[in-house]
């Protein structure tokens, strides 16, 4: 009873506003405005934070509206339209108290202020206190606990309409010992002496879920509590409070009734885990932040009880010292407090931190920190030799020049052990690629282009090697040296170009000068001589001269050949030094007949059917193996005794026709053919006779 008896001592009874109506015959017209001039609301600290609501300010605009239009002068208090205001922004009340206008505007537009303080003092009145005659009544039970009267009309009140007061809400603590029930208030109609009144409450943690925490008895008004209250659960119950007259119906208007329930150290903090786990890189320096421990306290955050401390309780090893690492109090972030992490001495601390509440001398619980120190970039790469000398053969592209392995301290496998190379000096013409081996600790320089003695037989290579990631400190960058000799090669002579074209007459005359074609040695030190020879020749066409490489023509060559593809004729010509080991260059000779009127054209159809009565032309087609200016349009004559019977007419296209009416039977029809330049073929075609008609050729047998 200790608990509820002090907050019955510490709380000042609830006021109410009324009706600023007076009872006359004719009743003055309401006026828009505040309900006091000035509202004084009591906090319970100096630090208010963010979201905290410090009271409730009443406007009427004679409208019956409940809501209205509000703004505070000071920012960062923000005025709900049902006149709430809370903290936009911590504040804190460095002389105990504030005071700040808060506006209002009517139905009309016209501004309306009034004044609200927010005062940290004891004994400071809880209720706004009016100027405009309304009073609110103040009631001392006998059982000593705090009364609540519904709101009554004072006779000196002006004309105002009847408004909701703001009456602050009651602390209570949770985890009370009891005996239960526990009383909590009185709630009193002004009319209990005129008639008979019934109490009621309605609302979650009265009516509703969660039912009977609060019950009141009927006759009396009094308010009690069924059961120890668990904020962490509830942090606050809204009732309305309901006085019903016996036989009379509703007496009172009803009235809110907020119970709050105020925090004790019911828990201690929890680590959201038992074990964390954080990197440090070995020589970071103080103040370097690594990792991070968290620890959730269910108490009331705007509290000491749910406000959480961490400290580190021990360090293990305690190497090079024991305050090798220091934790943020507030945020549990874990820095480096002293020089000197070493991972190939220390590669592993654990730390046991501790969380409490109350600033760190309240309740507490601990958890463990594994720190892994991780390498450095501290060691450079070092080549095992400094210097190499290679013999690379000429020509050869992707060939393996040297493998250049090196050394690496730090941890194995890792970007600050893993090397890459480059070569810094001569390769400027971009002959040489260097490449890491998969074992990451050589590296290895192949030809990217092809090496030519007769033009540079030695190269000078400057290699350096490093990590994939820098150096943690300032080190020196190791090199390496590699002489590259260029081995000569016996290199086959080359043709220019490597492919010649040449257009003649395809009736050019046998033993004609074609062309010549010559290749070059590039071995120019050795003084080596070259001989040529057909190395292709499918139509059996050429000669090539074995000491110049001029190629004759060696048989009568023709366009119409079937080894002529696309117009071109295609040979190799070989052309071989006289080397030990004899080395052979290849040329290719690309040769495009131009067309000679050289065949006549012939007639695609050996046999033709035609009816016997009413025959139908039949158009002829034609082949000329010439090209298209010695080619068609062609023109056909029927030769000898086939003029007798059948003729030919040009309409377009060549048409064959039956002219005479012949018997049922097989006739040849000589037709001589000429292409556009009068060569001429002659030809025959079985012209075959049916018993039939027209188009619907029928042979009968």
């Known amino acids: 009873m200790g608990s509820i008896r002090s907050l019955r001592l510490g709380a000042i009874l609830a006021l109410v506003q009324v009706l600023a109506s007076v009872s006359c015959e004719e009743a003055p017209l309401c006026q828009p405005g505040f309900t006091s001039d000035h509202f004084i609301f009591k906090v319970d600290r100096r630090h208010l934070l963010k979201g905290r609501i410090v009271g409730k300010v009443t406007f009427d605009d004679c409208t019956g509206r409940k809501r209205a239009l509000f703004n505070s002068e000071d920012s960062r208090f923000k005025v709900d339209s049902d006149g709430t205001i809370k903290l936009k922004r911590a504040v804190t009340l460095h002389e105990g108290h504030k005071s700040f206008a808060v506006h209002a505007w009517d139905s009309n537009g016209k501004k309306l202020s009034t004044r609200v303080t927010l005062e940290n003092k004891l004994g400071t009145s809880h209720h706004h206190h009016p100027t405009d005659g309304v009073t609110p009544t103040q009631v001392e039970s006998s059982s000593d ?199 190939e001495k220390y590669p592993e601390y654990k730390l046991i931190i501790q969380a409490a509440d109350t600033q760190g001398q309240g309740l507490s619980t601990t958890c463990t920190a594994v720190i892994t120190v991780t390498d450095s970039n501290d060691n450079a790469p070092q080549f095992v030799k400094d210097s190499y000398a290679v013999s690379v053969p000429e020509n050869e592209v992707g060939y393996e020049v040297v493998k250049l392995p090196v050394t690496d301290d730090d941890e194995p496998h890792t970007p600050a052990w893993n090397t890459k190379y480059t070569i810094i000096k001569g390769n400027e013409g971009g002959f040489f690629n260097v490449s890491t081996a998969p074992n990451k600790l050589e590296g290895i320089i192949t030809t990217a282009k092809a090496l030519d003695f007769e033009g540079n037989d030695k190269y000078t290579l400057l290699v350096t090697v490093e990590n994939d990631v820098p150096f943690a400190t300032r080190l020196p960058t190791a090199t390496a040296t590699v002489i590259v000799n260029v081995v000569d090669v016996n290199e086959a002579p080359v043709f220019n170009p490597r492919e010649k074209s040449v257009v003649i007459s395809e009736n050019i005359p046998v033993n004609s000068e074609l062309t010549t074609y010559a290749a070059k040695d590039p071995d120019t030190a050795r003084m080596q001589t070259v001989w040529y020879r057909v190395g292709s020749d499918p139509a059996g066409w050429l000669n090539v001269s074995k000491d110049t490489g001029l190629i004759r023509v060696k048989s009568p060559m023709d366009r119409e050949s079937k080894f002529m593809k696309d117009g071109v004729y295609k040979a190799l010509i070989l052309a071989i030094d006289n080397d030990e080991v004899p080395a052979t260059g290849t040329g290719t000779l690309l040769i495009r007949l131009e067309d000679v009127n050289d065949n006549a054209p012939t007639i695609d159809q050996r046999e033709i059917t035609f009816c016997s009565e009413d025959p ?26 086939s003029r007798n019977d059948w003729t030919v007419e040009t309409t377009p296209g060549v048409h064959l026709t039956l002219k005479s009416k012949l018997e049922q039977d097989e006739y040849p029809i000589v037709l001589r053919v000429y292409d556009t330049g009068d060569k001429f073929q002659d030809s025959v075609v079985l012209g075959k006779v049916c018993d039939c008609k027209g188009r619907d050729v029928t042979c009968q047998t």
């Open 145 to 343: 606990v705090p009364v609540l009267v519904f709101p009554q009309l004072s006779s000196g009140a002006l004309s105002r309409q009847k408004r909701d007061w703001v009456i602050p809400p009651f602390n209570m603590p949770e985890n009370a010992k009891g005996p239960f029930p526990q009383r909590v208030v009185q709630i009193k109609s002004s009319n209990a002496k005129e008639v008979q009144i019934l109490y009621s409450i309605t609302g979650p943690g009265a009516s509703e879920p969660p039912e009977g925490v609060f019950t009141i008895d009927r006759n009396s008004g009094i308010v009690y509590v069924t059961q120890p209250l668990d904020r962490e659960a509830q942090d606050q119950y809204v009732l309305m409070a309901h006085a019903i007259a016996v036989g009379g119906g509703k007496a009172e208007d009803p009235m809110e009734l907020i119970i709050t329930v105020s925090d004790q150290n019911d828990n201690k903090p929890e680590f959201i885990k038992d074990t964390f786990l954080g990197n440090a890189t070995e020589g970071s320096q103080p103040g370097a932040q690594f990792m991070k421990v968290l620890a959730i306290d269910k108490d009331d955050p705007e509290t000491y009880n749910g406000e959480v401390v961490y400290s580190i309780v021990s360090q293990d090893p305690k190497l090079p010292n024991d305050n090798m690492f220091m934790i943020n109090s507030q945020t549990g972030a874990i820095s480096v407090a002293s020089p000197g992490l070493d991972r």
């Open 616 to 641: 139908q032309p039949v158009q002829l087609s034609f082949t000329d193996r010439d090209g298209p200016g010695n080619a068609g349009p062609f023109r056909v004559e029927v030769r000898g005794c």
